[in-house]
């Protein structure tokens, strides 16, 4: 009856997160539902209280500074003009002839150097709107390319990426967002060349048959939209391009440099005496991110002045808009570790962990998943980490399978099926180009589980035969 319970929780938060329903207030329901179904109807409150909302502090504690600046980052990137001026120069150096690439490397760059792949889809859709245009390609291939640039290698694979995806397992297995660097590189390209090829069939096929860009009613975009990922409007003088460039290279560059050449082999006995309880060595990589987006935000900061409609409201909206998401994923970890602690979990725990003798292969399941079931990468990956993690890493550190190579494939396996139909950003990124899932959802779903689903099977590979590169 327990496993059934959870199953149905399952199947519930799926649909009603489909519907709209916020999962600050799901999560939780759910949660107490599986419990109620379980017939520990006398724990319900202390479950509550010390199980979900302990595991959602505890997660909030670890991750909200990751929330905040990166949210804050995107927002100045935006309302500072950095994030159109290298769009624009983008468009200029390609031109309409590569449209798809022009709108593909815009938002990866982007995406890249830690802005919102929301605050991109919102920037990067009217230029890629004029370039379908002007190329005559089909409107509806506007949603697989913003989808290929923002969703797919620079969230999962590219090392370094400030992504939260790529940040989660740092806690849980003591790496770093450059884990499996070589790994990561060659799972990033085979998702872009796969991508591309794919958009450029689809584009020589509508020139076959006579399919141009296609007539359309595209109202401006509703002003509480923007509100929605925290954009506040339009800067007031253009940015140059090697500024606008800047604050992106820094957050990839600092991250590097303190992964890589300060923290390593750094004496941290200092920290004992203040802090017991510490492991210095398993935080270090998130210090190097939250380091690195600091300073962007400084450097952006100075790098605007002048260009800023109102730097108040970028700023207040910018932190605001890391409220909701954090809340949301952290309300799926508390979630996840009620599940966990129900009897029937370990049936299912079982299962998973014996679909191969291969880690990384039971490991890529695990989050396929739940990724799939919680329409959501982070979502899916906080979960599976909140109740495997552990699990996981012991299997790895059993077969001699470096934690950093658990990390990578951990992260983009989080990528693939997170994208289904009910999927929040499939389903926003549609509203912002005005299209349906009839019209564009399985050429997404090519860019987003296809291309991904392959440079992950690639990377499982390679990693088992030659191990973490």
């Known amino acids: 009856m327990s496993t059934f319970a959870i199953v149905l929780s399952l199947l519930l938060l799926m649909f009603f997160a489909y519907r709209g329903y916020t999962v600050l207030l799901l999560a939780p329901i759910m949660a107490i539902l599986a419990v109620l179904l379980s017939g520990d109807v006398a724990q319900v409150l202390p479950i509550y209280t010390e199980t979900f909302m302990r595991a959602m502090g505890n997660y909030m504690l670890a991750f909200f500074p990751i929330f905040l600046l990166g949210a804050l980052f995107g927002q100045l990137m935006a309302d500072s003009g950095a994030a159109m001026a290298i769009a624009k120069w983008i468009e200029r150096t390609l031109g309409s002839k590569y449209a798809s690439l022009t709108v593909v490397l815009a938002c990866a760059i982007l995406t890249y150097g830690g802005v919102s792949l929301f605050v991109v889809a919102f920037a990067i859709y009217p230029i890629a709107k004029s370039l379908f245009r002007d190329a ?10 913003i989808a290929l640039g923002s969703f797919t290698f620079t969230m999962t694979a590219l090392p370094g990426t400030p992504s939260i995806q790529n940040a989660m397992p740092i806690p849980y297995f003591g790496t770093n967002t450059f884990a499996a660097p070589g790994l990561g590189l060659i799972g990033g390209l085979i998702m872009f060349s796969l991508g591309m090829l794919w958009l450029r069939s689809r584009e020589r096929k509508a020139r076959a048959g ?7 009613e595209d109202e401006a975009i509703p002003p509480n939209a923007a509100e929605v990922v925290g954009m506040s409007g339009e800067s007031g003088r253009p940015m140059p391009l090697f500024l606008a460039l800047l604050p992106l290279v820094l957050v990839i560059g600092i991250n590097a440099l303190f992964t890589y050449a300060i923290f390593p082999g750094k004496d941290w006995s200092f920290m004992e005496q203040s802090f017991p309880h510490l492991a210095p060595s398993r935080q270090a990589g998130m210090w190097a991110l939250i380091i690195a987006l600091a300073t962007s935000i400084v450097v952006l900061l100075f790098a605007g002045f002048g260009r800023w409609a109102n730097l108040r409201e970028s700023i207040n909206k910018g932190v605001l808009g890391s409220m909701l998401p954090i809340f949301n994923t952290a ?16 049936l299912i725990r079982d299962a998973v962990l014996n679909v191969s003798t291969n880690p990384l292969i039971s490991e890529a399941v695990a989050m396929n998943v739940l990724s799939g079931i919680t329409g959501s990468s982070s979502g899916g990956l906080s979960i599976a980490l909140q109740t495997l993690g552990a ?3 012991r299997m790895a550190n059993e077969a001699g399978i470096s934690p950093d190579l658990l990390h990578r494939v951990a992260v983009m396996s989080a990528g693939v099926f997170d994208s289904l139909p009910h999927c929040g950003a499939v389903i926003t990124l549609l509203s912002i180009c005005k299209l349906t899932h009839r019209q564009s959802y399985l050429n997404l779903a090519a860019m987003t589980i296809g291309a991904p689903l392959i440079a992950l099977a690639v990377v499982i590979a390679l990693g088992t035969v030659f191990g973490s590169f």
């Open 391 to 393: 699990d996981y890493l």
């Open 136 to 145: 005559d390609i089909p409107k509806r291939l506007v949603v697989p390319a």
């Open 210 to 216: 006579g399919e141009g860009y296609g007539q359309h």
């Open 331 to 346: 309300s799926e970890v508390g979630y996840g570790a009620v599940i966990a602690g129900l009897a029937g979990f370990t």
